[in-house]
Nanobody, 126 residues
């Protein structure tokens, strides 16, 4: 059973930056796609970014493209989300997720991920 633990959330002013981390209990990210999702109050969980283990390709939602960067460190069993130029609309709980073992490439649907972290709150004040 893969366990994921997010950290790095907090309160930041608009225009600021945060770096989220997702630590896995084992070498969870070396053979599957890892993703970040977010959920704002009253809204559905939405795709933010993903990184594929097979070739380290990265994928982003249009709303964060150019501002957020996803990366993975397989040796450290950690996936990161660097968030720059934050906006108030980025306020949400951010979740880390891991796809089933062997699944690579773009995965944008939350239902296709197998493991989830508990989430970390990001609040951007305007």
């Amino acid at each position: 059973q893969v366990q994921l633990v997010e950290s790095g959330g907090g309160l930041v002013q608009a225009g600021g930056s945060l770096r989220l981390s997702c630590a896995a209990s084992e070498r969870a990210f070396s053979r599957r796609t890892a993703g970040w999702f977010r959920q704002a109050p009253g809204k559905e969980r939405e795709f933010v970014a993903a990184v594929s283990w097979s070739d380290s390709s990265t994928y982003y939602a249009d709303s964060v493209k150019g501002r957020f960067t996803i990366s993975s460190d397989n040796a450290e069993n950690t996936v990161y989300l660097q968030m720059n130029s934050l906006k108030s609309e980025d306020t949400a709980i951010y979740y880390c997720a891991a796809a089933p073992w062997g699944r690579s490439g773009y995965i944008g649907k939350a239902s296709e991920y197998m493991y989830w972290g508990q989430g970390t709150q990001v609040t951007v004040s305007s």
